[in-house]
């Protein structure tokens, strides 16, 4: 499994247009088996990817929040992102097509690569 979280983080997020496909149910849960963390869950009717991440203090997951940020303004791809005093909330979702699309995974998959980076540096 942690081949597809490999391959995944390794893509570029596709321009996501009204009418896209929606990622398969198997497709969401090859990559939920490879981030046991992560969860899919529905919020308003959309389907969506989420993660609860666990930081020492408020200073390392505000770290989180931007590293994750600056990666979601360069593949043009935006989560939306809850930041608490030793924990940050995120969730992907494709706006446009108000569900999961591939690029959800791979964007899931290039935060998941961002916190193990992290992590062993002790934020």
Not at 100 to 105: P, R, T
Request: net charge negative; glycine share 4%.
């Amino acid at each position: 499994m942690a081949q597809l979280i490999n391959e995944l983080s390794e893509k570029t997020c596709s321009a996501c247009r009204v009418g896209a496909p929606l990622a398969s149910a198997t497709e969401i849960a090859d990559v939920l088996n490879a981030l046991p963390h992560w969860s899919a869950i529905e919020v308003d009717g959309i389907q969506q990817l989420t993660r609860i991440y666990k930081f020492k203090n408020f200073v390392a997951a505000l770290e989180f929040t931007n590293l994750i940020g600056a990666v979601a303004e360069e593949y043009g791809h935006h989560p939306a992102l809850l930041t608490e005093w030793g924990k940050v909330t995120v969730n992907w979702w494709t706006h446009k097509i108000k569900g999961l699309h591939e690029n959800d995974l791979i964007m899931a998959a290039k935060t998941e690569k961002i916190f193990q980076a992290i992590d062993s540096t002790n934020l």
